[in-house]
């Protein structure tokens, strides 16, 4: 992951402490971290790094109520909220469970751009395209017809992960993504007709109905708490045959959840009736796991589904 993000404070006082306290969380000493970051959160009240970072070690010190007004800070602060205090007070069950700030997707993913491919691909064994293709290609298994999309469109493009995968079986690739920095990563692999930096559901909104003959998400509904909105603008964009495939982040449970990685979890039946509210159909929803993390596989689903 990149580095936490830091505004300075304009205070060089208070900017310096935030460092030193940096230093000592990083020797393991959270305690005095935490001292030292509320020394400069007072010094510069209006500190938005500051007070995120005195949140974070608050709750590895399990003080849920001194977090809980750190980030309330934070997010009066910077009230676009870069760094997701809203997230960290959603997952604190201080906040209901809501849409993700903007702000906070797009300045990570800026942050996250020039190394994205390796950090995914090689630390976090990340293989959802792959998944993705294989799933698709399922549909079409034993029907004798060519796979061939004329025009698709990539939601959360990224840096083309996915349309490399996809690449010879598609006409033309649209790609979607919030961040400006993913969206010329993906220019520069040449894969895409056109790109444009919008969240995913507006990126559909953009486009003509039955417009497309394939709606692809690779790992990019884990930022959106409710897919009903998102399939509702796929089925309407797609041609009739048309493929919508995504993976999403699961759990055990019917609902959506914000998980301990600050992605959304996605539960099977949640899946299954936005597509039923979309009138789709059904291809299929499979277990699987895209990446690791800590060494673990992260419980997932991967949804095909057509437009009759």
């Known amino acids: 992951?990149?580095?936490?993000?830091?505004?300075?404070?304009g205070d060089l006082i208070?900017?310096?402490?935030?460092?030193?306290?940096?230093?000592?969380?990083?020797?393991?000493d959270?305690?005095?971290?935490?001292?030292?970051?509320?020394?400069?959160a007072e010094l510069a009240p209006g500190f938005t790094s500051a007070w995120f970072a005195l949140g974070e070690l608050s709750q590895e010190l399990n003080q849920h109520g001194d977090a809980i007004r750190a980030y309330r800070k934070a997010c009066e602060t910077d009230p676009s909220d870069r760094h997701g205090a809203r997230l960290r007070l959603m997952?604190?069950?201080?906040?209901?469970?809501?849409?993700?700030?903007?702000?906070?997707?797009?300045?990570?993913?800026?942050?996250?751009?020039?190394?994205?491919?390796?950090?995914?691909?090689?630390?976090l064994n990340y293989r959802g395209p792959q998944v993705l293709l294989k799933a698709v290609l399922s549909i079409f298994h034993g029907s004798g017809r060519p796979v061939f999309f004329r025009r698709a469109v990539d939601l959360g493009c990224g840096t083309g992960l996915a349309a490399r995968e996809f690449a010879a079986y598609v006409g033309e690739f649209i790609g979607v993504d919030?961040?400006?920095?993913?969206?010329?990563?993906?220019?520069?692999?040449?894969?895409?007709?056109?790109?444009?930096?919008?969240d995913m559901v507006d990126g559909l909104r953009n486009e003509p109905?039955?417009?497309?003959?394939?709606?692809?998400?690779?790992?990019?509904?884990?930022?959106?708490?409710?897919?009903?909105?998102?399939?509702?603008?796929?089925?309407?964009?797609?041609?009739?045959?048309?493929?919508?495939?995504?993976?999403?982040?699961?759990?055990?449970?019917?609902?959506?959840?914000?998980g301990p990685g600050l992605r959304y979890c996605h539960g099977a039946e949640h899946v299954r009736s936005a597509v039923t509210v979309a009138g789709l159909l059904l291809c299929a929803i499979t277990p699987v796991a895209t990446r690791k993390e800590k060494g673990e596989p992260v419980p997932g689903l991967v949804v095909t589904a057509v437009k009759r």
């Open 1 to 9: 992951m990149p580095a936490p993000l830091f505004l300075s404070s």
């Open 14 to 28: 208070a900017d310096r402490r935030y460092d030193f306290a940096r230093d000592l969380e990083a020797r393991g």
């Open 30 to 40: 959270l305690v005095a971290a935490a001292e030292l970051m509320a020394q400069a």
């Open 91 to 123: 997952r604190l069950g201080a906040l209901k469970l809501a849409e993700m700030p903007p702000a906070y997707v797009r300045t990570l993913f800026d942050q996250y751009a020039p190394r994205f491919d390796a950090a995914l691909v090689d630390e």
């Open 178 to 198: 919030l961040s400006p920095g993913m969206i010329e990563q993906a220019r520069a692999t040449g894969l895409y007709a056109r790109l444009d930096v919008a």
């Open 209 to 258: 109905d039955a417009s497309l003959d394939l709606v692809l998400a690779a790992d990019a509904v884990i930022y959106l708490p409710d897919l009903v909105p998102l399939v509702l603008e796929a089925a309407r964009v797609l041609r009739p045959g048309g493929v919508l495939a995504f993976t999403t982040e699961t759990h055990d449970a019917a609902d959506v959840i914000l």
